[in-house]
């Protein structure tokens, strides 16, 4: 089942973004193989990273699955779409007009490459191009 879209932005920790970033990185994981790769390296607990997964499972950002007797977890959501939901929030929370929310997009591709602000009129023009579903 492909990641889906988030419905709201949960906040994330600092460990909990790390190991929902670990997680799409390497597709799926036990405790045990996320602690090993992330967690042991900054002297995390076992127990603290199964928490921490336990917290990601609650907020709806991994789906697990039982498989012997341990859980095998996996992101429910994309990179993607949960950076969408994080800006989507942010903006709405600080405006209540489309202009500012752009500035502010403008103010952070200042900080891309000219590959990266080739890519992102690429993709413009894509979504553009995209037949309109009720947006003006």
Not at 49 to 65: A, I, Y
Not at 96 to 113: F, H, R, V, W
């Amino acid at each position: 089942m492909p990641p889906s879209e988030p419905k709201h932005a949960p906040r994330l920790g600092e460990l909990e973004a790390c190991l929902l970033k670990h997680l799409w990185t390497v597709e799926s994981g036990t405790a045990k193989s996320v602690h090993e790769a992330v967690g042991r390296p900054r002297g995390i607990s076992l127990n603290t990273v199964q928490s921490t997964l336990d917290r990601l499972h609650t907020k709806q950002l991994l789906r697990r699955e039982k498989v012997s007797r341990a859980f095998r977890y996996r992101a429910s959501v994309s990179c993607g779409s949960l950076l969408a939901a994080m800006v989507s929030e942010a903006a709405a929370r600080f405006s209540e007009d489309n202009s500012t929310a752009m500035a502010a997009l403008i103010d952070a591709a200042q900080q891309l490459d000219h590959a990266a602000l080739d890519e992102l009129e690429r993709m413009i023009a894509a979504r553009r191009a995209e037949p309109e579903n009720g947006h003006d």
